[in-house]
Each structure stands twice: as structure tokens, then as C-alpha cells.
């Protein structure tokens, strides 16, 4: 899990949202919302990245480079949210979607 500190409030803009149907079945069977996994996204809550992976988000937030969160789910399964380098799309993906 990241060791920065997660922001108050958005550090970045997310863009146009999209999701596969793969990771909005997967939440629903979860009982959890995109948008409260896109919440903690925006505010630099990279939530279940190494140190490696969140140093590295940490660092695009500078250079505009792509970001990636993961969340691993409660009764099991994994979702990434990856957000553009240019901050024009966010995307709610399963790793097998990708």
C-alpha cells in the first residue's frame, strides 16, 4: 500500500471516465462503487500498489505521466484504475481486461 500521503481533496483531473463491463459486474458483485474507488484514485490514495509503483505515481503527478491505482477487493478479485498521461481518460479495468 502507498506510503504517501493521500490528499484532502482531487490532485489531478480524471478525464472522460470509462469502465469495462468486466470490472463494473465485478464491483457490483462486490457491493462497491467506481466512483468510490475513483475518489480515492483522484486523491493519490494508490491503494494496493508496492512502494515501488507509488513512488513511481508520486512522480508522474509531476511529469504528467500515466497513473495507475490497484484495489484489491474485499471477497476477492483486483481492479485498476489508470488514468492518461494526459488526463483525458480514466479507465476502471480488471488486469485481464488490459
Do not use: K
Not at 484495489?71 to 479495468?93: F, H, K, N, Q
Amino acid at each position: 500500500m502507498s506510503s504517501s500521503p493521500v490528499s484532502p481533496g482531487p490532485l489531478f483531473a480524471c478525464g472522460q471516465l470509462l469502465a469495462t463491463p468486466a470490472a463494473l459486474d465485478l464491483l457490483h458483485q462486490r457491493g462497491l462503487s467506481p466512483l468510490s474507488l475513483l475518489a480515492r484514485h483522484l486523491r493519490g490514495d494508490w491503494g494496493d500498489l508496492g512502494a515501488d509503483d507509488a513512488h513511481a505515481n508520486d512522480q508522474a503527478l509531476r511529469s504528467s505521466c500515466r497513473l495507475l491505482s490497484r484495489y484489491d477487493l474485499p471477497g476477492g478479485g483486483t481492479v485498476w484504475l489508470i488514468t492518461e498521461a494526459d488526463r483525458s481518460v480514466t479507465t476502471v479495468l480488471r488486469p485481464e481486461d488490459y
